[in-house]
């Protein structure tokens, strides 16, 4: 298996060296840790403190502790084992993102190091991909409506339980969406399921999250017209553009909804 090149492990190697010296008593008092075996991303001499330092960033990214990748037995940690499948997965997934930010640079036209600036005109952060950055707090990161839609393969009323569920979890965290959006692209996916009536029971949770959506009254009615309720999805958008009186679209639709 590839290792990762010498400027990768440098930059960890700076990026952990200060914090870890910063804990040695000084006149070398503290005993060196050993060293670590089946090192396989790393080089085999890879200091612990710059492996744990990453695996502590790497379980912060996924939402894990140290029992996801490794086998724990009798109340210990072998975390040379390759028994687990989590734990060569990382590995490959630790190459990717690696790869990914050796082209990263030319690909977003900046150099490495050369991110967003600041306010005063100073470079930000460095063009890099990290785990966090797809992951967001999941171990397997996926959409709200991909989940979603998973649950409701058993019943429309089994994927707004989900939604629900995720929602009372993980609201004001970084793993799902749950803006407006979140419901009315699920409601979307059911229409196209052809499940009006389940399109209509996701809209009318996200009225619940957010009253005064016109956007979600605008869906509404389209579901409503499908089932044949002219009246309701009349009302419905009568109601959008109240909300939104330059919602031009909703306009459009209510009289030709009006006239029909």
């Known amino acids: 298996m590839k290792r990762l090149s010498r400027g990768i492990v440098l930059g960890i ?11 040695t008593p000084a006149g070398g008092g503290q005993q060196a840790a050993p060293p670590m075996t089946n090192l396989q991303v790393w080089p085999k001499d890879t200091a612990p403190a ?16 140290c029992n996801y990748c490794h086998v724990q037995q009798g109340g ?19 190459l990717l993102r690696d790869s990914i930010n050796v082209v990263l640079p030319a690909i977003v036209g900046k150099p490495a190091g050369a991110g967003p600036t600041s306010g005063d ?15 967001r707090g999941l171990p397997v990161p996926a959409s709200i409506a991909d989940v979603v839609a998973d649950a409701a393969t058993s019943g429309g009323a089994a994927g ?20 407006e959006n979140a419901l009315l692209t699920i409601a ?27 956007r979600t009254y605008q869906a509404m009615a389209q579901a409503r017209d499908v089932k044949g309720d002219r009246p309701g999805a009349i ?12 919602n031009t679209q909703a306009r459009n639709q209510l009289q030709q909804l009006r006239g029909r």
Do not use: W
């Open 13 to 23: 190697v700076l990026l952990v060296g200060v914090r870890a010296s910063a804990q």
């Open 188 to 214: 979307q996916r059911a229409m196209n399921a052809k499940s009006p009536d389940n399109a209509i029971a996701y809209l009318q949770a996200n009225l619940e999250y957010y009253p005064k959506s016109a």
């Open 160 to 179: 707004l339980a989900k939604f629900k569920e995720l929602r009372a979890r993980y609201y004001g965290g970084q793993q799902y969406d749950f803006t």
């Open 76 to 94: 210990r940690f072998d975390f040379a084992s390759d028994e687990k499948r989590e734990k060569k997965v990382a590995r490959q997934m630790i």
């Open 50 to 65: 710059i492996v744990l330092q990453f695996m502590n960033a790497f379980d912060d990214s996924l939402g894990v502790q």
């Open 121 to 135: 005109g100073h470079p930000g952060a460095p063009v890099r991909v990290l785990c966090s950055s797809c992951h």
């Open 235 to 246: 009302k419905d958008l009568e109601k959008a553009v109240e909300l939104d009186p330059e």
